[in-house]
């Protein structure tokens, strides 16, 4: 690769290279690959390695970079679709969903979760515990609130604890009739067990999607999910569901 260097522009030396090093990722590199070192990049395109620091800063805020300890830094695999609205509803748990089921309790859900769940004050529901994964990364951790009221023939017996306690609720709540679900998206900030299980820190930006399923004239769940907001973004579609979206190809250099 050549020398290339940066021409003279109002917007600050590091925005500008940020600019022309996302491009460059498009074109030269593939997900995963190793970008060259610190001391190759400066020269490459002219400035000081300061400057390309903060470029690179700015390009991992934005998930297009990954910091690795020991390996380096890499290219991020594109973002995790989250497609809000649409007409198609589903439970979750059912055909094509791509959370894992990680395990069940049962607690008292926090206020505004109950008020929409109407539950009595202090009733303890079923709270299963999901997580989704993209390229091997964690992307997002849902936690569901289900009454029992939602799954009255459970069995303890069947299936006592963890990731199975988990699916035979979503099995069991899977017999209800889905009337119908509304989403919600806002940004917020990683609690210190969602920064562990995204690999986060703590008040990193995230995503929270609120899902409501409602049968038999009622809210039958909801739905907290807590996605990374360095690789997730906002889709708008017809489908309801959430969506890997891979987007173009990068070609390796």
């Given amino acids: 690769m050549g020398t290339q260097q940066l021409e003279s522009v109002p917007e600050p030396k590091y925005w500008h290279l940020k600019t022309v090093l996302s491009e460059a990722l498009d ?20 400035v000081a390695r300061a400057t390309l620091r903060q470029a690179l800063e700015q390009l991992e805020l934005e998930g297009r970079l990954q910091r690795r300890r020991g390996v380096g830094t890499t290219v991020a695999p594109p973002r995790v679709g989250v497609s809000v609205g649409g007409e198609q509803h589903a439970w979750p748990g059912t055909a094509g969903d791509a959370w894992q089921a990680v395990d069940c309790a049962e607690a008292t859900p926090p206020t505004a979760v109950a008020e929409i769940l109407d539950t009595l004050h202090g009733e303890q529901v079923h709270v299963v515990r999901r997580s989704r994964v993209s390229h091997g990364q964690p992307v997002a951790a849902e936690l569901l609130y289900i009454p029992a009221a939602s799954v009255p023939a459970l069995s303890a017996i069947d299936a006592p604890s963890g990731a199975a306690r988990a699916r035979a609720v979503l099995r069991e709540l899977q017999r209800l009739e889905l009337e119908g679900q509304d989403r919600s998206v806002e940004l917020g900030s990683a609690r210190a067990e969602d920064a562990k299980e995204l690999d986060r820190l703590p008040g990193a930006p995230v995503l929270v999607v609120t899902t409501r399923f409602f049968a038999e004239g009622r809210a039958a769940a909801v739905s907290l999910a807590t996605y990374r907001a360095d690789t997730c973004r906002l889709t708008f579609g ?15 250099s």
């Fill in 27 to 46: 074109s030269e590199f593939s997900v995963g690959e190793i970008l060259p070192n610190e001391r190759d990049l400066a020269a490459r395109f002219g």
């Fill in 238 to 252: 017809a489908s309801g569901d959430v969506e890997i979206h891979h987007g173009p190809e990068r070609r390796a």
